[in-house]
């Protein structure tokens, strides 16, 4: 069956370092992969998408890669400040671009000062 | 712009009370969609509506949930009977999306249930 997953520990960096968060898939091979942000109470905010032929994509602080041939996603923050602190969800889509998304259980940062 | 708005923000039922959450998307957007999300889960869809049709409903548990979109607007989720794993997050989404393409997903604050 299809399967997702992030880091299921808590990332806690310094401010200032590059966050890097890590998400694998296996029996799938989606068109693209989105990132989502949540915090507490919150429902979860976009941030980036990357197509399947795509190898980088970049939005201020953030980049994503994406691996097909190692089913992997890492998403990075850059100068990372305790306001990135959140949970970072990676979301593939099922159907090949009919925005059908399954979504991993997240990987919770926590930037300290 | 007006986000997408859900109400009720909390929720609290005796297990075998029935419960409906309620969804407006953002004005335009053809596609609209539940998620369940359980602690220290990720989102789980439940049903995915395009305009007032049903794209996909194959992980919503049909003997006891219950959702509608009958003017291709605003949407009701409802549960009845709750059982106590109904516990969770309810999200609401929508997206602009009238069928292949790729779009973000704008959520809402979500309902959380607690049913005791």
């Known amino acids: 069956s299809q399967k997702i997953e992030q880091n299921s520990e808590a990332l806690n960096i310094q401010e200032g370092k590059t966050a890097t968060l890590t998400c694998n898939y296996t029996n799938y091979s989606p068109a693209y992969l989105q990132w989502y942000r949540q915090d507490p109470g919150r429902g979860p905010v976009f941030l980036l998408l990357i197509r399947e032929n795509e190898k980088e994509k970049r939005k201020e602080r953030l980049k994503v890669t994406f691996d097909t041939t190692l089913k992997q996603s890492l998403f990075h923050i850059t100068a990372s400040q305790p306001a990135d602190s959140a949970t970072y969800l990676c979301a593939l889509d099922k159907t090949g671009g009919y925005n059908k998304l399954i979504f991993g259980a997240g990987t919770r940062l926590a930037v300290h000062p | 712009e007006a986000g997408v708005a859900q109400s009720p923000r909390y929720k609290i039922i005796e297990k075998r009370q029935s419960v409906a959450f309620w969804c407006n998307p953002i004005?335009?957007?053809?596609?609209l969609y539940w998620y369940q999300q359980i602690l220290g889960q990720g989102p789980k869809l439940l049903i995915q509506?395009?305009?007032?049709?049903?794209?996909?409903d194959s992980q919503l548990p049909k003997d006891r949930f219950s959702a509608e979109r009958l003017k291709g607007v605003d949407s009701t989720l409802k549960i009845q009977p709750a059982k106590l794993e109904d516990s969770a997050v309810y999200l609401c989404a929508s997206t602009q999306s009238r069928g292949r393409g790729v779009y973000e997903q704008f959520f809402g604050p979500g309902t959380r249930l607690t049913v005791l």
């Open positions: 509506f395009q305009n007032n049709g049903v794209v996909d």
């Open positions: 004005s335009g957007h053809a596609t």
